[in-house]
């Protein structure tokens, strides 16, 4: 009885997660992309692809926003590999044409550019949103309070450089259903930090 009593509370307290749960892949500088990982890819307006999974509640989330006087505008979203590598390429060679060498730049690009493989992009998960009109901190003030009632989180938040390997990022947004979101918001949780939890939760579980 006390053993279910304890079940149950554990429910209560914590969302359950199913084991594998595609909302909760994790992708940072430790861990990179699943191999295999597949995604089918919704267009958006603008010419970038999401996870087709995400878009109703992305689109949702806009339009709550541009109710309010709020415009945000997807600036990337979906990267592949080549696409990724790319960035690296582009600022490699802008760094080079500044003087640096060869390694000095690609060190100098990868302290804010993920490689191939290590990049949330490549999920379909993650959208960097700015504004439509410029006033960028309007739209990341909006979406900090509301994201999560749409299943998004500030991936990157400035209290978590330490959990998350990113310096503080207010435009990216990274879907991870709105249960999980919430949960994280209110407990001021980090991706990493719940990916934990609720790994823990469940070996707790499975005990
Ligand atoms: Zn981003």
């Known amino acids: 009885m006390r053993y279910l009593f304890v079940v149950v ?3 209560w307290v914590w969302p359950v997660v199913a084991e594998e ?3 909760l892949v994790l992708v940072n500088q430790w861990q990179a992309l699943p191999e295999g990982y597949e995604v089918e890819l919704t267009e958006l307006r603008n010419d970038f692809y999401v996870d087709e999974r995400i878009y109703p509640e992305l689109q949702a989330m806009f339009d ?3 109710q309010e006087g709020i415009y945000p505008l997807v600036v ?3 990267r592949d590999e080549t696409e990724q590598q790319g960035i690296i390429d582009e600022r490699v060679n802008n760094y080079m044409a500044q003087g640096y060498s060869w390694q000095a730049a690609l ?3 990868l302290r804010t ?3 191939p493989k290590y990049s949330e992009h490549e999920t379909g998960l ?4 700015n504004a439509e009109n410029g006033d960028d901190q309007a739209v990341y003030d909006w979406l900090a309070e509301h994201a999560h009632a749409y299943g998004f989180i500030v991936r990157y938040p400035a209290d978590k450089v330490a959990e998350t390997g990113i310096d503080y990022e207010p435009w990216h947004f990274r879907y991870v259903g709105v249960e999980h979101a919430t949960y994280m918001y209110e407990h001021d949780l980090s991706l990493e930090a719940y990916v934990e939890m609720v790994g823990d939760a469940d070996s707790d579980l499975s005990e």
């Not at 993650?126 to 949103?129: C, F, L, N, P, T």
């Open 76 to 78: 990337s979203a979906f």
């Open 107 to 109: 060190d100098e690009t």
């Open 126 to 129: 993650a959208v960097d949103i």
């Open 64 to 66: 709550a926003a541009r």
């Open 113 to 115: 550019v993920a490689p």
């Open 21 to 23: 749960d595609w909302q």
């Open 9 to 11: 509370l554990m429910f």
